[in-house]
């Protein structure tokens, strides 16, 4: 998951969002949600993420929406990535879909050693100790 995040923020994927949905569903542990300025930049984030992700020996269950450049789903068994055009980021609204999932957001740079992550509250009894990323 690490060099998924750090790609991301390598190519300036937008607002990258964790969600811990092992919890809540059984095809996943993880989604991680980001933007794309563009369709361009959408497109972009998802052929650097899956040159990343392969150099570390990661291979792709799946890949939806790499030609259309508005939604690309990367399926990784465990983990799945939503890039989003930030229209459609908006109107399918992940991060409100799976409130219940503990999110942590991503913040930093390229040029970051490690991005900074820092826990959104997803309701009212959340364990802080869930979000502890060291």
Known sequence: MDVAVKSILDHKGLEPVILEVKELCSFADYFIVCSGGSRRHVSALAQHLEEALSEAGAKPLGVEGLEEGLWVLMDYN??????????LREFYN???????????????????????????????DSDPEQFRHE
């Open 78 to 87: 465990d983990v799945v990535i939503h890039i989003f055009s930030q229209p």
């Open 94 to 124: 992940l991060e409100g879909l799976w409130a219940e999932a503990p999110q942590t957001r991503v913040e930093g740079t390229a040029h970051d050693s490690s991005p900074s992550l820092s826990p959104q509250e997803a309701s009212s």
